[in-house]
């Protein structure tokens, strides 16, 4: 979701004559859009801004302004912390950026009557509504994040998403579908449907649709080869969901769905509205469906009163559904989170010790499995030359795997069938079949 709001912000940046640079030193203004999922993305933004800061000493022309969830959680601290800030912008209000931009390049006189820059610009609001339409800059041409929802109502223990994103608000399928009828016509052949929980799409709208109902909508528009979507509440996942996803031809045989622990106890703790018994009968479901679906999840290991036996749980639970890859995090206590105020802390060695246990678990489960892949064949979607060797590409398959294989910048955006032929467990190495 940040990627996709910074991309409105260079689509802003440049109608109003800005180019990105290749450096900072190079640019007359730099941007950073922060995220705030834990704890230790705030240390890595201000050591950021620390080192901006120093740039901007050297060039005071320089403006420098900080936007996204952190500004939105915590706007008092950043500019107590950072006061060498132009401008901070909160996530309802970073559209507003040339406005705050020609707000100080009009205040030049009193910048050089006081010596200093005009006095920093706030824009911090809650649940603000942002326009449709906005430029947007888009990293690739073929394939592109489209925002169908914002915010989340569901307040799970240990997140901060509803206090930095602000209630659920579902965009008009009219928006979207139009969005995403024009990406395909500038070329764009695979779009990601975004939002914190897409299963709950359209539930507080005025419009009679639900996300099974918008899938099937964009698996009508032409040119379109791929649909993805991210991310699935398990909760919110329901039969007719799994359905069109098994019968729609564009939508693809993956699914990233977040299961954050093996435990009933934990799992009750951190408010997810489900137990391990509804996950894994999801995952038999979705399987029976959709034999060659690949699945992912999102861990997190050492939450406020999770025992050894509840971990275990969790292994277990990894080793029984074997995930195509797992986002693993240990917990962070997030000030103003219902878990943070619990006093049954994990000590840092312990989360430590368990996190490094299920990474271990899960690259043995993922290895037998990509070595399960070899001689198999994929359809994949190039997407950009290898960042290892600059004689090979990568390109994604319909279950999410990547595969690299020999080829050059003229195959990026292409359809290219490839098969297997070494799997390790970051990686799958193929050879082109047909092009
Ligand atoms: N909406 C998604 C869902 O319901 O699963 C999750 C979105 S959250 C931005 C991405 C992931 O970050 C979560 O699935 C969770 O595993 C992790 N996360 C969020 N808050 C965390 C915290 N306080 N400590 C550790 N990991 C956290
Ligand atoms: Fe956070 Fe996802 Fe829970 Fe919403 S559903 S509160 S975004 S973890």
Not at 339 to 353: K, N, T
Request: charged residues 30%.
């Amino acid at each position: 979701m940040n990627e996709y709001d910074s991309e409105i912000l260079t689509g802003l940046l440049k109608e109003n004559h800005y180019e990105l640079t290749a450096s900072p030193g190079e640019a007359d203004l730099i941007l950073l859009n922060t995220c705030y999922v834990r704890e230790k993305v705030k240390h890595k933004i201000y050591s950021k801004l620390g080192e901006l800061r120093k740039l901007k000493e050297e060039k005071p022309d320089l403006i420098l302004g900080l936007s996204g969830c952190l500004v939105q959680r915590e706007p008092e601290e950043v500019l107590q912390r950072a006061p060498y800030l132009d401008f901070i912008l909160g996530t309802s209000n970073f559209y507003q950026l040339p406005e705050v931009l020609k707000e100080i390049s009009g205040n030049d006189n009193r910048k050089k009557q006081v010596g200093k820059r005009y006095t920093r610009i706030v824009r911090v609001e809650e649940n603000g509504v942002i326009p449709e339409d906005l430029p947007k800059l888009r990293k690739r041409r073929f394939s592109a994040f489209v925002s169908i929802m914002r915010g989340c109502n569901n307040f799970c223990s240990f997140c901060n998403v509803p206090y930095v994103r602000g209630r659920e608000v579902s965009r008009s399928s009219g928006e979207i579908l139009k969005e995403i009828k024009e990406l395909s016509r500038e070329g764009c052949r695979e779009v990601t449907l975004l939002g914190q929980n897409v299963n709950s799409y359209g539930k507080n709208g005025k419009e009679n649709i639900d996300f099974a109902d918008l899938l099937s909508l964009v698996n009508r528009i032409e040119g379109l080869r791929r649909i993805r979507f991210t991310t699935s509440h398990p909760r919110d996942l329901s039969d007719k969901l799994i359905d069109q996803m098994a019968c729609l031809d564009k939508v693809c045989e993956h699914l990233h769905l977040p299961v954050q622990s093996g435990s009933n106890k934990i799992l009750s703790r951190m408010k997810r509205g489900y137990t391990r018994e509804h996950y894994q009968n999801l995952v038999d479901k979705l399987r029976q469906a959709i034999p060659e679906i690949t699945l992912t999840t999102d861990i997190i290991v050492g939450f406020p009163g999770e025992e050894e036996e509840d971990f275990r749980n969790t292994l277990e639970l990894v080793e029984t559904v074997g995930f195509d890859g797992a986002f693993t995090f240990c917990y962070s206590a997030l000030r103003g989170t219902e878990a943070a105020q619990s006093e049954e802390r994990i000590p840092a060695e312990i989360s430590g010790e368990r996190l490094r246990r299920l990474i271990e678990l899960q690259q043995a489960i993922l290895l037998k499995k990509n070595k399960s892949l070899v001689g198999r064949k994929f359809e994949v979607m190039v997407e950009g030359i290898s960042k290892k060797n600059p004689d090979e590409v990568e390109g994604r398959t319909r279950g999410n795997k990547i595969i690299i294989f020999p080829g050059g910048k003229n195959l990026i955006g292409r359809f290219i069938w490839v098969e297997i032929v070494k799997a390790g467990c970051w990686a799958l190495k193929g050879k082109v079949i047909s092009c």
